[in-house]
C-alpha cells in the first residue's frame, strides 16, 4: 500500500511554541522547515516583516495562517497568490467577555468607586432593559448578543451590509449609524480597522449620544478620534467610556484620559498570552485538517472587503 505524506507545513518563526507545532500535528500535518513546506503558521503577533520576508523566500508556500483578529498590517500583502487566514473568531468569546465586564463596570460606576478613598453618594444605571448597540457583527459581537441576552437588552447592530443576526433586534447598516446612537444606553464597538471604520467615532457621532451613555471599544484605537472623545468625555456629552483599545497605543503616561473619572482604560487584554495557545491551536488543527483534505478553510481574509 502507497503512503501518501502528510501536507508539510512550517510554524513560524523559527523556534516557535511547541503548542503550535502540537497543533498542525493534530490536524494531520507534518511539522517541516519553511523551505519544504507547504503551509505556514505564524504565531508571533510582532514579527510582521520578518513573515513577509519569509513568504518572499519561500515562494511554494500556498496558505499562511496568523494570529491577529484584526488583519489590517497584513493587508498591503494580501493578493491572490495565496490563500490567507486570521484568528477572526477565535478569541470572541474572551473578547466579548471583558466587553461585558468593562460595560457594567462603567454603567454601575464600578472603576469610579474604586478610585475614591471615602463613602460616596450613589451613581450608575442598571443593564437589565438597556438599549445596547453594537457596531460590528463578527465573532465578538456575535458571542456578546448571546452574553446579553439574560439582561433583556434591546439590540441594534451596525454593519456594513444588511442581514440578519441571531439575537440582535435590529441590524442596520452604517448609514443609519448616528440614529443607532441616539438611541442607546450604550455602544459596544466591535469592528474590524478598515479605511471605512477609521475614525467612525468622532464629535459628531458623540454629540448624537445620550448624555448617560457608555461607550466601549475592544476594536481598534484608531475607530475613535481621540480628541474629539476626551471633548466629549469632559463636556458630559456621553456618560463614560471603557476603552481596551487606543490611539495612540500604548497610551501615553499623562494622557488625560488616564485621570478622567469616567474613563477605564485596560491594555489590549482582550485575549491574553495566557488564552491565546489553547484558543489559536483549535483553529491550526482545523485548518491543517481541511487545508489537507483540500477544505475551504475557516478564517479566510476577504481582500476585498479588509479583514
Same mark, same amino acid.
Given at each position: 500500500?502507497?503512503?501518501t505524506?502528510?501536507v ?10 511547541d ?7 493534530a490536524?494531520?500535518?507534518e511539522?517541516?522547515?519553511? +523551505?519544504e ?5 505564524w504565531?508571533?503577533?510582532d ?6 520576508? @519569509?513568504?518572499?523566500q ?9 494570529p491577529?483578529?484584526?488583519v489590517?498590517?497584513y ?5 491572490g497568490?495565496r @490563500?490567507?487566514?486570521?484568528? =477572526?473568531g477565535?478569541?470572541?468569546g ?7 465586564g468593562?460595560l ?7 472603576a469610579?468607586y ?5 463613602w ?13 448597540t453594537i ?6 459581537a456575535?458571542?456578546?448578543i448571546s452574553?446579553?441576552q439574560?439582561f433583556n437588552?434591546?439590540? @441594534?447592530?451596525?454593519?456594513? !451590509? ?7 433586534h ?5 448609514s =443609519?449609524l ?19 471604520t477609521? %475614525?467612525?467615532?468622532?464629535k =459628531? ?5 445620550q +448624555?448617560?451613555a ?8 484608531k475607530?475613535i ?5 476626551v ?7 456621553i %456618560?463614560?467610556?471603557a476603552?481596551?483599545?487606543?490611539d495612540?497605543?500604548p ?7 488616564w ?10 487584554v482582550g ?7 489553547p ?5 491550526? @488543527?482545523e485548518?491543517v !485538517?481541511?487545508f489537507a ?10 481582500q476585498t472587503?479588509?479583514?
Amino acid at each position: 500500500m502507497i503512503r501518501t505524506r502528510a501536507v508539510r507545513i512550517a510554524v513560524g518563526p523559527q523556534g516557535s511554541a511547541d503548542w503550535a507545532c502540537d497543533a498542525v500535528r493534530a490536524g494531520g500535518g507534518e511539522v517541516v522547515d519553511v +523551505s519544504e513546506a507547504q503551509g505556514l503558521v505564524w504565531t508571533d503577533f510582532d514579527t510582521t516583516e520578518q513573515l513577509i520576508a @519569509t513568504l518572499a523566500q519561500n515562494p511554494e508556500i500556498s496558505w499562511v495562517q496568523v494570529p491577529f483578529s484584526g488583519v489590517e498590517t497584513y493587508m498591503p500583502y494580501v493578493d491572490g497568490a495565496r @490563500t490567507w487566514t486570521s484568528a =477572526k473568531g477565535v478569541f470572541g468569546g474572551a473578547v466579548a467577555e471583558l466587553a461585558l465586564g468593562l460595560l457594567i463596570g462603567g454603567m454601575r460606576h464600578v472603576a469610579g468607586y474604586a478610585r475614591e478613598q471615602h463613602w460616596t453618594e450613589d451613581h450608575g444605571r442598571t443593564l437589565f432593559g438597556a438599549r445596547v448597540t453594537i457596531l460590528g457583527a463578527g465573532g465578538i459581537a456575535q458571542s456578546l448578543i448571546s452574553m446579553l441576552q439574560p439582561f433583556n437588552c434591546h439590540i @441594534t447592530v451596525v454593519r456594513n !451590509r444588511q442581514g440578519e443576526l441571531p439575537g440582535a433586534h435590529e441590524v442596520v447598516t452604517t448609514s =443609519k449609524l448616528n440614529t443607532a446612537l441616539s438611541q442607546a444606553d450604550a455602544v459596544v464597538m466591535a469592528l474590524a480597522l478598515t479605511p471605512q471604520t477609521h %475614525g467612525i467615532m468622532g464629535k =459628531k457621532q458623540f454629540e448624537v449620544m445620550q +448624555s448617560h451613555a457608555w461607550l466601549v471599544n475592544v476594536g481598534r484605537g484608531k475607530q475613535i478620534i481621540t480628541d474629539d472623545l476626551v471633548w466629549a468625555l469632559e463636556a458630559g456629552e456621553i %456618560g463614560g467610556a471603557a476603552l481596551d483599545v487606543t490611539d495612540p497605543e500604548p497610551l501615553p503616561t499623562g494622557h488625560p484620559l488616564w485621570s478622567m473619572p469616567n474613563c477605564i482604560i485596560t491594555p489590549h487584554v482582550g485575549n491574553t498570552a495566557e488564552m491565546v495557545p489553547p484558543l489559536l491551536a483549535l483553529r491550526i @488543527t482545523e485548518n491543517v !485538517r481541511r487545508f489537507a483534505a483540500g477544505e475551504q478553510l475557516v478564517g479566510i481574509i476577504d481582500q476585498t472587503v479588509g479583514y
